[in-house]
């Protein structure tokens, strides 16, 4: 059962524009959410994370959005650049826990 | 890659056969992680190590075992390759951050092919 449903697959969005990636959780015992960025043939990165205890978290051009009522988060990235082209996964788990981030599924990001 | 290295990074194997990977860390960190990576799968735990001989399954641990005797390695072993475990296998660690005690950071990846 996927614990994190991650959507578009793939997306497409001209120089200069607004990309937008969702992620819907189902665990709400979940508490740290962060957001990797992979380019082809390298390891996810971490870009960005946020906690359920705000709304909203911004750093450069991009920013997660939260909304715990809803178990969504979604990360927005403003002035997409050519550079930013890689594929960006979402990811969800209980801080403190060893045992795991549960991801989902990836989003193919070309600019 | 936050100081882990794989070895080695691409691999071709016949079904059937033993293959062990390895993972690498320069910088004593207590938690390990083997994670898998397919097509629309995302990234999958395999398993994970707290610490020197301490192991645990993931989501997807069978036809997998892992052995750390050391802080710094964390192999992990197919015991008889199938083609289903074709895959791209990334290694991963865990360190304090400001959002979690256990940020994960991931090594540069082994592509495995079972032919």
């Known amino acids: 059962q996927q614990q994190v449903k991650q959507s578009p697959q793939s997306l497409i969005v001209q120089k200069g524009g607004i990309s937008i990636i969702n992620c819907a959780y189902e665990n709400t015992a979940f508490d740290y959410f962060p957001w990797y960025q992979q380019f082809p043939g390298k390891g996810p990165a971490l870009l960005i994370a946020?906690?359920?205890?705000?709304s909203e978290k911004k750093e450069g051009r991009f920013t997660i959005s939260f909304n715990k009522s809803a178990k969504q988060f979604s990360l927005h990235i403003m002035d997409s650049q050519p550079g930013d082209s890689a594929t960006y996964f979402c990811a969800a788990s209980i801080s403190g826990s060893a045992r795991q981030l549960t991801f989902g599924s990836g989003t193919q990001l070309t600019v | 890659d936050a100081g882990i290295t794989q070895s080695p990074r691409h691999k071709v194997t016949e079904t059937g056969t033993p293959v062990t990977l390895r993972c690498h860390q320069t910088e004593n960190h207590r938690y390990m992680y083997w994670y898998r990576q397919d097509p629309g799968h995302g990234l999958r735990l395999i398993h994970y190590s707290y610490g020197v001989k301490d192991t645990d399954k993931g989501e997807v641990s069978d036809g997998y075992s892992v052995s750390r005797s050391k802080t710094e390695d964390f192999l992990l072993t197919l015991e008889s390759a199938t083609s289903s475990q074709t895959s791209v296998y990334f290694c991963?660690?865990?360190?304090?951050?400001?959002?979690?005690?256990?940020?994960?950071?991931f090594g540069p990846g082994t592509r495995l092919t079972v032919t």
């Open positions: 946020i906690r359920p205890d705000v």
């Open positions: 991963a660690i865990s360190v304090k951050g400001a959002l979690s005690p256990l940020e994960q950071y």
